[in-house]
């Protein structure tokens, strides 16, 4: 059975995910394909012509017989579509091809789904069969096509503005650093749980973590900088204004003093002419 768990780790609701996975056979042998809940064969079945439960497809040739199934129980999701080419399934290289599409997947939603092969049936001694042909019998070959860019962790950040204009910022991501997030949720040195496994998701947890720590000091000091800066953008505009303050006193000082000369100067030139006229009367008199 192969299990599938698409998680949208964007940050963002309404998200498309599509899934094409491809089911061909993996050795030079031909299987009659069949179906007996009715599924169309040489074409493209949907919607109801896709069973609920239960098996999708027959396989049988001289050495196998065996059954393909999609799980729809619970969390896990019929495909949307099954596509296949003839009857004939394996050596002339058809394949069959299900797709899993969904237009609004929200933030955190999981689309879970898994595919099958069941009621196997051998014709032939396995051990026999196993020693003359060292090949696998079929094999899963899956495809992931998504319009959701870094589909595997998109962590969600904090933007802080750094900047006087708009986009001068510095996004902080927020990692996943629990024991979900770093891998470590089933591990151990005792059964059920593989110690190899255990080691090598203990390794790349700490590797993470690493990695994240220095992501973190590398913003660290990108904020140190960028404090620094303006700290000396404040103190270089608090001089400015001083001295564009100061300037201006100045010359608002000169127009006063002016325009104070000006006004002294036509009171002493009115009163000269007030003063001509009598002394003519006095020369009269």
């Known amino acids: 059975m192969a299990e599938f768990k698409i998680r949208n780790n964007s940050g963002l609701d309404h998200k498309s995910i599509n899934i094409s996975t491809t089911f061909s056979a993996g050795h030079s042998v031909l299987y009659t394909l069949s179906s007996s809940n009715g599924v169309p064969i040489g ?15 027959e ?4 050495l196998v017989d065996f059954n393909l199934s999609f799980l729809n129980d619970g969390a896990n999701t019929k495909p949307s579509s099954l596509t296949t080419t003839d009857t004939r399934f394996g050596v002339n290289g058809s394949v069959i091809t299900s797709t899993w599409e969904n237009n609004d997947i929200s933030a955190g939603e999981v689309l879970e789904f898994k595919i099958s092969l069941n009621d196997f049936n051998f014709k032939q001694d396995i051990y026999l069969f196993t020693e003359l042909n060292t090949e696998q019998i079929d094999s899963i070959n899956e495809t992931i096509t998504t319009d959701i860019k870094d589909i595997d962790y998109i962590p969600p950040n904090v933007s802080i503005q750094t900047g006087s204009n708009e986009n001068q910022s510095v996004k902080i991501p927020l990692f996943k650093v629990d024991a979900d ?6 591990v151990g040195l005792l059964p059920p749980a593989i110690p190899e496994q255990s080691i090598a998701a203990a390794d790349n947890a700490m590797n993470k973590v690493t ?8 913003l660290q000091n990108r904020m140190e ?17 001083s001295r564009i303050r100061d300037a201006d006193m100045a010359i ?12 002294q100067a036509a009171q002493a030139m009115l009163a000269q002419a007030n003063a001509q006229p009598q002394e003519i009367l006095q020369l009269l008199k």
């Open 43 to 57: 074409g493209t079945a949907s919607g109801a012509q896709i069973p609920n439960s239960g098996t999708a497809f």
């Open 59 to 62: 396989m049988s040739n001289s």
């Open 181 to 186: 997030g770093l891998g470590l949720t089933n």
């Open 211 to 218: 990695n994240y720590r220095g992501i973190y000091g590398a």
């Open 225 to 241: 900088h960028t404090l620094t800066n303006v700290g000396n953008s404040f103190e270089n505009l608090t001089s400015s204004e």
């Open 252 to 263: 608002e000082m000169m127009k006063f003093t002016q325009k104070n000369i000006l006004s």
